[in-house]
């Protein structure tokens, strides 16, 4: 059943209500795209989000979906996935949902490595309450809570999901729909919670914040495309490529001075790698992929694993012998 | 509080060995009668005195004895030694007839430190027995306790009967040639005491003799060492020209049935266990820990074979989180906590009332507000229970009244989420929680059913159709072909359950949902009335842990030809359909309750019942003797 469906078979009967011009669009049309080549039945699906704009999503998916409530869309989710390993369970967050009220509930999720495939759209601002600073948004951020500048030092999203020790990270953005596509096969095939930060334009209310990795005239200097076991090679004519000099990465010039040779070869297994990739600032470019992927036993897995044992060790559950137990009496 | 007053006369015998040879040996001295005794056990929060308790209370038990509990400590683990807020107690009644209570005032006050003797003391009856360890009323400890004077030689103490006896140095002695260090030795002397008392009030101690095996059976120099201690006391009291006779509390009169011991919190976890299996499902708790409600979590963690997930989740509100996402799988979904957690989850219990999720929130209530008293019971989360989440968001309330009830309340919780699909608040408290009384173990075969009915027909599938009777809308499971459909907190539309906005249609699914829950109503059984069924001077009202103290007080007054009566509540929300109705057959009203009045404000608001409120919040319950005075007063008045 599962081979036969496509994208329309995920598309519920709910009117889309983003805004026009909403990067929630690209990804929301890409994930339906993606999901009929992920061979699940659609009954075994369920979208669980928190709220946001982002956390609208599962209405337009014509899948399980449950809209809960704001930060604990991964809670909601854990529950879920424990009791139910059978089901395949995303959860779609935003800056706000995932990072601010939710921030407790995201780094724990991760540490334990449920096996959730969670979505983060990152459009580093507050859409849905019209328009304040999020944790993601950069200092001095005029907004409407904000009129002097924001004083707030953000987060970066995959630098902390790496902190919690996340199994699986990448990053893609809105626009790039056959990059994201590959990132949501990736995410899938992984077990454990996979995490993927996408950049996603609010052409409302932070119209432009991704230009540069965006903007088709001056993407490719910016956009670094990570692929594992191939040098960390970018720019236009693909003439740039990133190398260490002692610990800290450089961009540096090929054809010269430089060769491939010289360059950092992508290792997805590669933890302290992944921290550095992740915190890359200007003048470097923006790593797009997956920057972490190793396995670790997941939560879910352990636990049911456990109650199997406890089965196996004990028997099945008997109430009367529950009840029987310990220091007893009878009164005739 | 087993025992119930048309009980016929019970020959106890206990599964495991009774009035073996220990008992035996102390006939040698002679043997006094009594009804009921009230102890009290006083100690540092490190001298063991919880553990002494209740192996002393599950003596008791198997003696064949009615039993009531409180215990009362510090919710620091270790506050400095020998002060007055490091001190922990343990308050048993063992009786041979009916009790209610843990009994207002000790008869016998035991106190390891002076500080034990000075934080109970005046609770002490006078001419109470009183047995002090000697050794530990040292200059320091006395001074750390706020004494002056020593009061074992100032004659302060002369209005008591006061037993000094050397525990550590004897403990000690048991103990000399085990090679333990001074402060392994002095951690025997509560099984040297808790001897003692076994010894003075002739309990049976193969118990406590298998309790110690397996406790310390990776451990056989502690094994040797409490043991030991355990017989030297029992010894002691046999042997030392000190106590003239020991005293006999016989069996009470029990009904028949298989008993054990147990505690509010254990009963909670039974309760729930035993419901998840009825229907069918996997229990999931997800749960942060919190004083005093952390013992379910540690308990329904060993029953993962049942199944029975625990989730120690990262906070309270992922708790009830994670357990609104199990219900929403299919499993029975709970999540336990104290006051304070009842506050961090009340959005997630709100959207589990929107979207119509089975799911129990157990709320074992302490002192508050804020952190308040963690150890102490009180009663005032009853209008947090009703009203605290914000809209309309009616939930069914249910209250236990004594540890033992904390099983058939947990499992009626259950029941009630299941069939209304609703989310169910159980009251429980401090007191219930680790208080302990004996228990008929029910017949599992003859509990209620719970009945599971997932939907599964996709034709004509709509999250929001409503059954006929109870209105409650299908729990239809992800996994099922066909029904996929989206819930959510957004107001939506009825059946469809689409996001709307609609006026009229939010009024109408607000209606529904209170609908559905005042209809729970329908399977309240008619409300008991303990005294005057017709109506009479004055209804003593209530609800959880204040049964047995408004029963015995109570009964007292009926003794004494008072005409008061007993109404006890276990459904809060909605309330019994014939309440206000028995209640207007009484020319008072009174409402007893540890808080400042809230059933007392519902019961006005509801019945237009000009009701008298008793009230405490101490964080202690009512004692008999002050109910007895404000109900006295109440009739005069």
Redesign the interface.
């Known amino acids: 059943m599962a081979t036969a469906l496509s994208r329309k078979d995920f598309v519920?009967d709910?009117e889309v209500r983003w805004c026009p011009g909403c990067g929630d669009y690209a990804i929301l049309a890409q994930v339906q795209k993606t999901m009929p080549e992920l061979g699940i039945?659609?009954?075994?699906?369920?979208f669980?989000s928190g709220?946001g704009c982002s956390s609208r999503f599962?209405?337009y998916?014509?899948?399980?979906?449950?809209?809960?409530?704001h930060g604990?869309a991964?809670?909601?989710?854990?529950?879920?996935?424990?009791?139910?390993p059978?089901?395949d369970v995303w959860v779609v967050t935003g800056d706000g949902d995932a990072l601010s009220i939710g921030g407790?509930?995201f780094i724990?999720v991760l540490r334990r490595n449920v096996d959730l495939k969670i979505l983060l759209f990152n459009n580093r601002i507050y859409g849905l309450t019209k328009g304040q600073y999020s944790p993601t948004s950069e200092v001095g951020k005029i907004t409407k809570s904000t009129p002097m500048g924001s004083v707030d030092f953000p987060f970066n999203a995959l630098s902390l999901g790496l902190g919690a020790h996340s199994s699986f990270v990448a990053r893609s953005i809105d626009v790039e729909q056959k990059h994201l596509g590959e990132m949501l096969k990736r995410a899938h095939a992984h077990r454990g919670s996979a995490f993927i930060e996408i950049l996603q334009n609010c052409n409302i209310f932070n119209d432009g914040a991704f230009d540069d990795v965006s903007d088709k005239q001056i993407k490719a200097e910016h956009q670094l495309i990570l692929e594992h076991g191939k040098p960390l090679i970018f720019g236009k004519n693909r003439d740039k490529g990133i190398r260490m000099n002692g610990m800290r990465p450089e961009v540096v010039k090929l054809g010269g001075e430089f060769t491939e040779k010289d360059l950092v070869v992508h290792d997805e297994t590669n933890f302290p790698s992944a921290f550095m990739l992740a915190n890359f600032e200007a003048p470097m470019p923006t790593p797009l992929g997956v920057f972490y992927a190793v396995a670790r036993p997941t939560f879910d897995g352990a636990?049911n694993k456990?109650?199997g044992d406890?089965?196996t060790?004990?028997?099945?559950?008997d109430?009367?012998a529950?009840?029987?137990?310990?220091?007893?009496?009878?009164?005739? | 509080m087993a025992v119930r007053p048309e009980a016929a006369v019970?020959?106890?015998?206990?599964?495991?060995k009774l009035g073996g040879e220990a008992n035996g040996t102390a006939e040698a001295k002679p043997s006094e009668q009594r009804d009921h005794v009230v102890i009290r056990f006083a100690g540092d929060s490190g001298d063991g005195m919880q553990l002494v308790g209740m192996q002393f209370t599950?003596e008791s038990?198997?003696a064949?004895n009615d039993i009531a509990t409180l215990p009362d400590f510090p919710a620091e683990i270790r506050a400095p030694a020998g002060t007055l807020a490091g001190v922990s107690g343990f308050q048993l009644n063992f009786s041979s007839s009916e009790i209610f209570t843990p009994g207002d005032e000790p008869d016998v006050l035991v106190a390891m430190n002076p500080a034990g003797l000075a934080a109970n003391l005046e609770d002490l009856h006078p001419n109470g027995v009183l047995i002090v360890d000697k050794d530990a009323f040292s200059d320091s400890n006395l001074k750390r306790a706020g004494y002056s004077s020593n009061p074992l030689t100032d004659h302060s103490l002369d209005k008591y009967q006061l037993f000094q006896i050397e525990i550590t140095r004897l403990t000690a002695l048991a103990v000399h040639d085990l090679g333990l260090s001074n402060r392994e030795a002095f951690r025997c002397r509560n099984f040297y005491t808790l001897g003692l008392l076994s010894w003075l009030y002739q309990r049976p101690i193969e118990?406590t003799v298998a309790w110690i095996e397996g406790r310390f059976k990776k451990t056989p120099e502690l094994l040797d060492a409490n043991m030991r201690s355990f017989r030297a006391g029992y010894n002691f009291g046999e042997t030392a020209e000190m106590f003239v006779s020991s005293y006999k509390v016989g069996p009470a009169r029990?009904?028949?049935?298989?008993?054990?011991?147990i505690t509010g919190n254990s009963a909670t976890a039974?309760g729930f266990?035993?419901a998840a299996?009825k229907a069918g499902r996997?229990l999931?708790l997800?749960s942060y820990p919190i004083t005093p409600a952390s013992e379910v979590l540690h308990e329904l963690s060993g029953?993962?074979?049942?199944?029975?997930?625990t989730?120690q989740?990262?906070?309270e509100?992922?708790?009830v989180?994670?357990?609104?996402?199990?219900?929403?799988?299919?499993?029975i979904?709970i999540t336990t906590t104290s006051g304070p957690g009842l506050d961090l989850k009340a959005?997630?219990i709100g959207?589990a009332v929107k979207?119509e999720l089975p799911l129990v929130i157990t709320d074992v209530q302490r002192a508050g507000p804020s952190t308040g008293m963690p150890t102490k019971p009180e009663q005032a989360d009853l209008l947090t229970a009703m009203y605290g989440r914000h809209g309309e968001s009616p939930i069914p309330i249910i209250a236990a009244a004594t540890p033992s009830d904390c099983f058939d309340c947990a499992y009626e919780a259950v029941r009630i989420a299941v069939k209304y699909m609703t989310p169910v608040i159980l009251l429980t408290d401090g007191q219930l929680a680790n208080g302990a009384e004996p228990w008929v173990?029910?017949d599992?075969d003859k509990l209620a059913p719970i009945k599971v009915e997932f939907a599964t027909d996709p034709n004509g599938f709509m999250p929001y159709t409503r059954d006929e009777k109870t209105l409650s809308r299908p729990w239809a499971?992800?996994?099922?072909?066909?029904?996929?459909?989206?819930?959510?907190?957004?107001s939506s539309e009825n059946l469809t359950g689409?996001?709307s906005y609609s006026p009229a249609n939010n009024e109408l699914m607000v209606r529904l949902r209170a609908r559905k829950i005042a209809g729970i109503a329908r399977e309240i059984p008619p409300t008991e009335i303990f005294g005057d069924p017709d109506g009479s001077d004055l209804v003593v009202l209530g609800w959880g842990s204040t049964f047995g103290p408004i029963r015995e007080a109570v009964k007292q007054l009926r003794a004494k030809g008072r005409k008061v009566s007993q109404v006890h509540l276990r459904y809060l929300n909605p309330l019994p359909p014939d309440l206000g109705e028995v209640l207007h057959r009484f020319k008072k009203v009174m409402v007893a309750e540890l808080n400042m009045g809230q059933l007392l404000k519902m019961v006005r608001a509801e019945y237009l019942i000009d009701a008298i409120g008793c009230n405490k919040i101490q964080g202690r319950p009512f004692k008999v003797s002050e109910l007895t005075g404000r109900i006295g007063r109440a009739l005069e008045g």
């Open positions: 519920s709910q039945a659609r009954e075994n699906i369920v669980i709220i599962p209405y998916m014509n899948t399980y979906g449950f809209h809960t409530i604990r991964p809670a909601l989710a854990t529950g879920l996935k424990v009791t139910r059978d089901l407790n509930h724990h636990m456990q109650l406890a089965k060790k004990m028997g099945a559950g109430i009367k529950l009840l029987h137990r310990g220091d007893t009496w009878t009164v005739n | 019970g020959n106890v015998a206990g599964s495991s599950t038990a198997l064949g118990s029990i009904a028949p049935g298989f008993y054990r011991n039974l266990v035993a299996i996997p999931f997800g029953y993962k074979n049942f199944p029975v997930y989730f989740a990262e906070d509100i992922a708790g989180g994670a357990a609104i996402g199990a219900a929403f799988g299919g499993a979904g959005e997630a959207l979207t173990v029910p599992p499971i992800p996994g099922t072909p066909g029904l996929e459909h989206r819930i959510g907190g957004l689409n996001v």
